[in-house]
């Protein structure tokens, strides 16, 4: 799999494919994507260069705890859920708002896209956790 | 605060303070004793709150709804009795979690301690606080499993998990016929509020005259019989004695024990004034009485005295609460009320007193003891005063209550009259004699006579003031109820009888008034006693010959019978149903899947396979069909683990086309990326798996699979084409989601929409096991060697 | 309108599934359970996707706005026994059923997850027993 040609398309891909992968998931309201899809894909390509470059050589210089990872997206998915409560509402109710930036014109925000945020995070972490624990080992 | 957030508080302070106890331990290390006493001081005070009210005869009542669909709220009701019963937990539970301090090595577990402790305490309160019968049942359970872990608490000694079981099983077996007889309730009267029912007397006279009235009445006195160890029920009590003396004293002086004294006095409005109360009741409750205060003159350890003696105290209420007739329905409940508070305090301090001399001697045996008064004076003293006031001496608070039952006693038996009238009173004086008789052996076997020459410690002394306080001031109270009287009786035994007569009392306690039959039959009780008491250590001799000839007389064996044969049963039973081989299981789920879509397929159609099939399609759906159905049999036929997968992971990226095919972008752009990642792990796993096992399929074998499989396959084709052609009719669900995916959510994207908003708790769940996948793999990885 | 032949294929994956996962081998096993898996979710999104024929995503031509997509997509009428979502009246979408992609959807990714899991169980397995055998392993546990 290290041949130059791998390599050189990793590198390439690698920036190209987690923009892409946070604009599914930014994009998954409204268009073919969300959190499970973002999540996955920059799983994927992560894996990629674990596989392309070596775990050990990527772990030199980028060793991120992927536990973190899905530990931050589960309480960030549960605090959403649980927002509501003090607002008023009923566990999960969500909240939409329209809001006018200088820049962007109109933006839509959506309480359960930061749920959706949560999500992406627990199938990166939860992803990479396995993979990272599986290739480690021995 | 309101009387009802106050009790509310009582209730739960208790089971939220004692969660935060590993955190307070990081403070206060062994002081956490402290701790826990101060919350059951918290506890006494908010009970205290309520007091003023309930003294002036009223009761408080509120609720939080819980199951509002069965009619089932968190509700709590106070009136005399739980405020009684609230004070007496309590307060004991101050007394024991300070006395503790003293008795626990700081070696043990001390956090687990007292959290138990202070679970139980709450379980306690919420049990007699609670308004509701199924409420009630659940702290009623609550109780007996805290129980089981603070009976068990030393788990490493098998006669302490030995009683533990034995407790937990006998006391929640009885909690489930209990919970029946408040179903049969609930049958009678439609409701599971207790209030609701003593309040009405057109109700209570309903339940006796309906023809349950039997049934509800036996299965809830189960119930509170082997809670209270009565009757049969009395077994688990004396192994229950394996638990640390604080937590016996606590248990089986104030509060366990007397949970089913307490639904015998909550259920007395509802059920007594009948035959079948006094039989039941009062009969069990007088055997009871006797065969225990008999069976207490064998034993030799000091805390299998007090067992015994616990069971036969306890029976004497039993007794007082079962006298009844119809135009008198609670002649003894005055005297019963007041001896229970009475029992507590005497109780809970001889059990203290036990637990001073084991810790100071190292042994619990009786016959290795004596003459310890000149050692340990202050103890002698306080277990003195403990003692006679079982055996009923005045001026101590056991005389009063005792002369009360007899009281109770001679006019239920002229109420009754016939034979009644001797033989009841009789009964009762017996009782009284045997109490006497093992009350002075306490005193007499430990602190009197001679120190034996070996098997004791060299120097014995008084403890220090943790355990000695805790013990003294039990000891004041005993005296002090005695003396004055008046105290206890109008507040907190009056309010307590008035709750059950349901009727407002005149309570009046006095030392002494005139000579009464009761006085007669006092005197009598020190005579015989002190009689009997000459001849107590050749009466044991005798017990102990007749056991030993008749082992299998006893409920004992019964119970270690059924508890073994249980045992084998069940063993052989699910060694039959489990036998362990993967694919049984597998074939038994299968068969069950195929029969499950069959059965509705088959009844609610007219033909199995429909008439309108539609080979109609596209060239290329062919083709993608044709490949998908290669690869799947290529993963299964291909013979070696890596093609097998790379077919395998063929089938998924043709998965992914169908789902474009399908008008599922989101989903075959998931698919595609699953699958590489699928692949990936497979490799991964294969490469530290090396392929020895090749498996030889023998032609019988073959045919079975195939058939399964086929039948399978058939199943599902069925299935699919007769879903397709809507054999059921119901509405879509999907139609809300389409509907309200913009106006309600704001997305565009439906899929996602239900994703992460309408069903973002199904997704929730979907993350955790996402998560907890992750954590199985770690472990899994990192469980390597650590078994040897 | 249906499609038999879509059916069928789903149809002979559980089967080969099925017979995977009668083998005596783990790995064979867990190919099997991957076999079914891909089935199931077919089989869920199958059973929603015959009658629509448009991306379950709302667009400008679509009915974007809410008034004008509310109520007026479907018309079942389950007294005449037609059932969804059949016809469109007055417009022309016809969306397949979301419900069935997003359980699938999560499906996926959770059995990309619960693989991994029984795979490295297999390891594991293997390497205290050293086989792959479940009749073997089974005389092991004794």
Redesign the interface.
Known sequence: MTTTITKTVTKICLPLVILFSISLLLAGH???G?G??G??MFASVIALTYVVFGLDYIKSFFDPDWGKWFAFGLILASLTAFAAIPFGHNFFRSAVEFVHLPFFGEVELVSAGLFDIGVYFV?IG??LF?FKN?GDDE | MDSFTAITLAVFLPFILAGILPVVEKLLKNRIGWYAAAVAFLSLVLVAQVAPTVIHGESIQGSITWIPSLGIDLSFYGDGLSVMFGIIVSTIGIIIMSYSNGYMSKREDLPRYYQQLLFFMGSMLGMVFSANLIQLFIFWELTSITSFMLIGYWRNRPMSVYGATKSLLITATGGLFMLAGFLVLHAITGTFDIPTILHSESMIEFIKGHELFLLALILIFIGAASKSAQGPFYVWLPNAMEAPTPVSAFLHSATMVKAGIYLVARIHPIFSGTDAWFILVSGVGIITMIMAGFLAFRQTDIKGILAYSTISQLAYLMTMYGYTTLHHPGIGVAAATFHLLNHATFKASLFLVAGIVAHETATRDITKMGGLRKEMPITFILATIGALAMAGIPPLNGFLSKEMFYEASYEMGHLLGGPFTYLIPALAVLGGVLTFAYSIKLIDGIFLGKRPSHGLPEHIHDPGWTMIVPTAFLAVLIILFGLVPSIPSHYIVQPAVESILLEPVDLHVQLWHGFTPALMMTIATFILGILIYTRYDSIAAWQNRFNSRHPMLSVNYLYDATVNNAKNVTFGFSSRMQP????TY??AL?LLMIALFMIPVVFLTADIIPS????D?PLY??IL?LF??IA??G??LLPR?VP??IS?SG??YL?SL??IY??????AL??IL?ET??TI??LL??V??P?????HVTPAVLTR??L???A???T??VL??N????IV???????Y???N???LAGG?????V??VDF?GY??LG?IS??CL??F??YN??H??GEEE | ?????????????????????????I??II??L??LS??V???I??????A????????EDGG???SE???T??N?V?AE?T???ITAAGHTVN????????L???A??????????I??????I??EYG??????L?RL?G
């Open positions: 409204n268009n073919p969300g499970f899809i999540g996955v199938v939860s992803l396995i599986v | 362990g081989n993967i694919k597998v074939i299968l309108t099939l539609n080979f399609i759906e062919g069909f998908m159905i799947g049999l993963a299964a683990y097998a997968i395998l089938l998924g998965v169908l789902f399908l008008s599922a972008p989101d989903l998931t698919q699953v990642l699928s792990i497979f796993a294969i530290k798996i392929q020895k096992f090749r498996e699979d195939l399964i499989a086929s399978v396959a058939l599902v084709f699919l084409i879903a397709t052609q809507g009719a119901f509405e879509s669900l999907s139609h989601f389409i509907e995916s913009l106006p565009h994207n439906i899929v996602n239900i994703i069903r199904d997704t979907e096991v996402l996948a992750a199985g793999v899994l990885i469980s390597r | 309108m249906n499609n038999t032949l879509l059916s069928l294929t789903i149809a002979i994956l559980f089967g080969i599934g099925t017979f995977l996962v009668l083998r005596r081998d790995l064979r190919i099997g991957s076999v891909h089935a979710n077919l089989l999104v199958s059973t929603g996707a015959f629509g024929t448009r991306v379950p995503i709302i667009t974007h706005g809410a997509a509310t109520g997509i479907f079942d389950l026994n059932l969804a979502p969306f397949v059923d979301p419900l069935v992609q997003a699938v959807l999560t996926i990714v959770i059995s990309l997850a619960v693989t991994a899991f795979l490295i169980l297999a390891y594991r293997y390497e086989t792959t055998d479940i009749n073997e089974r546990w």
